[in-house]
Protein backbone atom coordinates (compact mmCIF):
# COMPACT_ATOMS: atom_id res chain seq x y z
CA UNK A 1 0.00 0.00 0.00
CA UNK A 2 1.06 3.62 -0.60
CA UNK A 3 -0.94 5.14 1.66
CA UNK A 4 -1.82 8.47 1.55
CA UNK A 5 0.27 10.07 -1.70
CA UNK A 6 0.01 14.23 -2.86
CA UNK A 7 1.25 16.21 -5.44
CA UNK A 8 3.42 18.51 -6.07
CA UNK A 9 5.94 18.06 -3.43
CA UNK A 10 6.83 22.12 -4.02
CA UNK A 11 5.05 24.67 -5.83
CA UNK A 12 5.79 28.16 -6.05
CA UNK A 13 2.61 30.31 -7.18
CA UNK A 14 2.26 34.15 -7.94
CA UNK A 15 -0.49 36.42 -6.83
CA UNK A 16 -4.03 35.31 -8.61
CA UNK A 17 -2.65 32.32 -9.69
CA UNK A 18 -4.73 28.97 -9.45
CA UNK A 19 -3.57 25.60 -8.59
CA UNK A 20 -4.88 21.99 -7.53
CA UNK A 21 -3.45 20.01 -5.10
CA UNK A 22 -3.78 16.41 -5.51
CA UNK A 23 -4.44 13.99 -2.69
CA UNK A 24 -5.03 9.68 -3.03
CA UNK A 25 -5.15 7.28 -0.20
CA UNK A 26 -5.49 3.22 -1.12
CA UNK A 27 -6.58 2.45 2.19
CA UNK A 28 -10.35 2.82 1.64
CA UNK A 29 -10.56 4.92 3.86
CA UNK A 30 -13.91 6.90 4.66
CA UNK A 31 -12.94 10.04 6.51
CA UNK A 32 -10.50 12.63 4.46
CA UNK A 33 -8.78 15.71 5.30
CA UNK A 34 -7.22 18.71 4.39
CA UNK A 35 -4.70 20.89 6.57
CA UNK A 36 -2.21 23.75 6.31
CA UNK A 37 0.79 23.89 9.25
CA UNK A 38 2.12 27.59 9.50
CA UNK A 39 5.59 27.98 11.25
CA UNK A 40 4.95 27.85 14.99
CA UNK A 41 1.19 27.12 14.90
CA UNK A 42 -1.02 23.99 15.25
CA UNK A 43 -2.33 22.07 12.26
CA UNK A 44 -5.94 23.80 10.97
CA UNK A 45 -8.46 22.11 9.08
CA UNK A 46 -9.33 23.53 5.84
CA UNK A 47 -11.79 21.07 4.63
CA UNK A 48 -12.84 17.16 5.14
CA UNK A 49 -14.95 14.95 3.76
CA UNK A 50 -16.95 11.49 5.50
CA UNK A 51 -17.20 9.64 1.97
CA UNK A 52 -17.89 10.39 -1.58
CA UNK A 53 -19.70 13.34 -2.49
CA UNK A 54 -20.06 14.51 0.79
CA UNK A 55 -17.75 17.52 2.01
CA UNK A 56 -17.59 20.39 4.51
CA UNK A 57 -15.91 23.14 6.06
CA UNK A 58 -13.02 22.86 8.81
CA UNK A 59 -11.60 25.83 10.38
CA UNK A 60 -10.13 27.66 7.78
CA UNK A 61 -11.96 27.51 4.60
CA UNK A 62 -11.87 30.63 2.83
CA UNK A 63 -10.11 30.87 -0.44
CA UNK A 64 -9.79 27.29 -0.78
CA UNK A 65 -12.86 24.43 -2.61
CA UNK A 66 -12.96 20.75 -2.43
CA UNK A 67 -14.59 17.77 -4.06
CA UNK A 68 -15.06 14.23 -3.42
CA UNK A 69 -16.17 11.98 -6.27
CA UNK A 70 -14.37 8.85 -5.24
CA UNK A 71 -13.09 7.41 -2.13
CA UNK A 72 -9.86 7.78 -3.15
CA UNK A 73 -9.43 11.33 -4.16
CA UNK A 74 -9.94 14.24 -2.32
CA UNK A 75 -7.98 17.55 -4.23
CA UNK A 76 -7.62 20.81 -3.19
CA UNK A 77 -8.22 23.64 -5.32
CA UNK A 78 -7.03 27.12 -4.68
CA UNK A 79 -8.59 29.33 -6.89
CA UNK A 80 -6.93 33.45 -6.63
CA UNK A 81 -3.64 32.46 -4.60
CA UNK A 82 -2.75 35.06 -1.59
CA UNK A 83 0.54 35.45 0.23
CA UNK A 84 -1.46 34.41 3.16
CA UNK A 85 -1.49 30.82 1.90
CA UNK A 86 1.96 29.93 2.18
CA UNK A 87 1.95 27.53 4.11
CA UNK A 88 2.27 23.50 3.86
CA UNK A 89 -0.67 21.63 3.23
CA UNK A 90 -1.02 17.83 4.60
CA UNK A 91 -3.69 15.87 3.33
CA UNK A 92 -4.75 12.90 5.66
CA UNK A 93 -7.43 10.05 5.58
CA UNK A 94 -8.87 7.88 8.25
CA UNK A 95 -11.49 4.97 8.91
CA UNK A 96 -13.57 7.82 11.30
CA UNK A 97 -13.75 4.69 13.92
CA UNK A 98 -13.51 5.73 17.84
CA UNK A 99 -9.66 5.93 17.79
CA UNK A 100 -9.34 7.36 14.40
CA UNK A 101 -5.72 6.88 13.72
CA UNK A 102 -5.25 10.07 10.45
CA UNK A 103 -2.56 8.59 8.15
CA UNK A 104 -1.17 11.60 6.52
CA UNK A 105 0.27 12.21 3.54
CA UNK A 106 3.76 13.69 2.56
CA UNK A 107 2.96 17.49 2.19
CA UNK A 108 2.76 20.29 -0.54
CA UNK A 109 4.66 22.99 0.49
CA UNK A 110 3.41 25.61 -1.11
CA UNK A 111 5.03 29.36 -1.92
CA UNK A 112 2.55 32.42 -2.86
CA UNK A 113 4.94 35.19 -4.20
CA UNK B 1 -12.14 29.97 22.19
CA UNK B 2 -10.58 26.51 21.73
CA UNK B 3 -7.36 26.68 23.34
CA UNK B 4 -4.07 23.67 23.65
CA UNK B 5 -1.38 24.72 25.11
CA UNK B 6 1.94 22.81 25.01
CA UNK B 7 5.91 24.14 25.96
CA UNK B 8 7.40 25.30 22.37
CA UNK B 9 10.61 23.48 23.20
CA UNK B 10 12.19 21.36 25.22
CA UNK B 11 15.72 19.24 26.20
CA UNK B 12 16.55 16.18 27.46
CA UNK B 13 19.58 14.11 27.30
CA UNK B 14 20.02 10.42 25.21
CA UNK B 15 18.67 7.59 27.84
CA UNK B 16 16.39 9.81 30.08
CA UNK B 17 12.88 10.46 30.72
CA UNK B 18 11.43 13.59 29.55
CA UNK B 19 7.37 14.69 29.94
CA UNK B 20 5.85 16.48 27.35
CA UNK B 21 2.26 18.25 29.15
CA UNK B 22 -0.71 19.32 27.30
CA UNK B 23 -3.21 20.86 28.69
CA UNK B 24 -7.17 21.89 27.07
CA UNK B 25 -9.83 23.71 26.94
CA UNK B 26 -12.13 22.89 24.33
CA UNK B 27 -16.13 22.95 23.09
CA UNK B 28 -16.29 19.69 24.17
CA UNK B 29 -14.12 16.45 24.30
CA UNK B 30 -13.96 13.36 22.31
CA UNK B 31 -10.45 11.65 23.14
CA UNK B 32 -6.86 13.31 22.94
CA UNK B 33 -4.00 12.27 20.54
CA UNK B 34 -0.60 12.71 20.36
CA UNK B 35 1.48 12.73 17.24
CA UNK B 36 5.24 12.65 16.49
CA UNK B 37 6.30 14.99 13.36
CA UNK B 38 10.02 14.67 12.39
CA UNK B 39 11.45 17.90 11.36
CA UNK B 40 9.96 18.05 7.08
CA UNK B 41 7.93 15.24 7.74
CA UNK B 42 4.05 14.10 7.89
CA UNK B 43 2.84 13.84 11.38
CA UNK B 44 2.46 10.09 12.24
CA UNK B 45 0.34 8.62 14.94
CA UNK B 46 1.68 7.81 18.40
CA UNK B 47 -1.37 7.65 21.13
CA UNK B 48 -5.21 7.93 21.92
CA UNK B 49 -6.94 8.59 25.46
CA UNK B 50 -10.31 8.67 25.88
CA UNK B 51 -10.74 7.66 29.61
CA UNK B 52 -9.21 9.26 32.61
CA UNK B 53 -5.36 7.35 33.17
CA UNK B 54 -1.92 6.07 31.93
CA UNK B 55 -2.30 4.29 28.53
CA UNK B 56 1.45 1.91 27.61
CA UNK B 57 2.96 1.89 24.23
CA UNK B 58 6.59 0.59 24.83
CA UNK B 59 8.93 3.38 25.72
CA UNK B 60 5.59 5.46 25.60
CA UNK B 61 2.75 6.39 27.31
CA UNK B 62 -0.16 9.39 27.76
CA UNK B 63 -2.18 10.35 30.97
CA UNK B 64 -5.21 11.92 30.28
CA UNK B 65 -7.11 14.07 33.23
CA UNK B 66 -10.44 15.08 31.87
CA UNK B 67 -11.59 16.91 34.97
CA UNK B 68 -7.99 18.91 34.67
CA UNK B 69 -7.90 19.09 30.94
CA UNK B 70 -4.69 18.13 30.86
CA UNK B 71 -2.38 14.87 29.39
CA UNK B 72 1.26 14.52 29.37
CA UNK B 73 3.47 12.22 27.19
CA UNK B 74 6.07 10.37 28.49
CA UNK B 75 8.97 9.14 27.15
CA UNK B 76 11.59 6.35 28.43
CA UNK B 77 15.13 5.48 27.49
CA UNK B 78 15.38 8.35 24.79
CA UNK B 79 17.21 7.97 21.84
CA UNK B 80 18.32 10.75 19.34
CA UNK B 81 15.56 9.60 16.48
CA UNK B 82 13.13 10.58 19.31
CA UNK B 83 14.19 14.37 18.53
CA UNK B 84 11.19 15.74 17.06
CA UNK B 85 8.09 17.56 17.44
CA UNK B 86 5.36 16.01 19.51
CA UNK B 87 1.58 17.56 18.82
CA UNK B 88 -1.12 17.24 20.98
CA UNK B 89 -4.42 17.19 19.53
CA UNK B 90 -8.42 17.10 20.59
CA UNK B 91 -11.39 16.13 19.41
CA UNK B 92 -14.07 18.26 19.90
CA UNK B 93 -17.92 18.22 19.70
CA UNK B 94 -17.71 18.22 16.15
CA UNK B 95 -15.39 15.09 16.17
CA UNK B 96 -12.61 17.52 14.41
CA UNK B 97 -9.10 17.25 15.64
CA UNK B 98 -8.11 21.06 17.46
CA UNK B 99 -4.31 20.88 17.26
CA UNK B 100 -1.25 22.31 20.00
CA UNK B 101 1.60 23.95 18.17
CA UNK B 102 3.71 21.02 18.74
CA UNK B 103 6.26 20.85 21.57
CA UNK B 104 9.95 20.56 19.66
CA UNK B 105 11.90 18.07 21.43
CA UNK B 106 15.85 18.32 21.33
CA UNK B 107 17.77 15.03 22.19
CA UNK B 108 21.49 15.59 23.52
CA UNK B 109 24.41 12.82 23.33
Known amino acids: NAGVTQTPKFRILKIGQSMTLQCTQD?????MYWYRQDPGMGLKLIYY???????DKGEVPNGYNVSRSTTEDFPLRLELAAPSQTSVYFC????????????FGPGTRLTVL | GQNIDQPTEMTATEGAIVQINCTYQ??????LFWYQQHAGEAPTFLSY??LDGLEEKGRFSSFLSRSKGYSYLLLKELQMKDSASYLC??????????WGAGTKLIIKP
Open chain 1, 92 to 103: ASSYGTEADEQF
Open chain 1, 27 to 31: MNHNY
Open chain 1, 49 to 55: SVGAGIT
Open chain 2, 26 to 31: TSGFNG
Open chain 2, 49 to 50: NV
Open chain 2, 89 to 98: AVRDTNYQLI
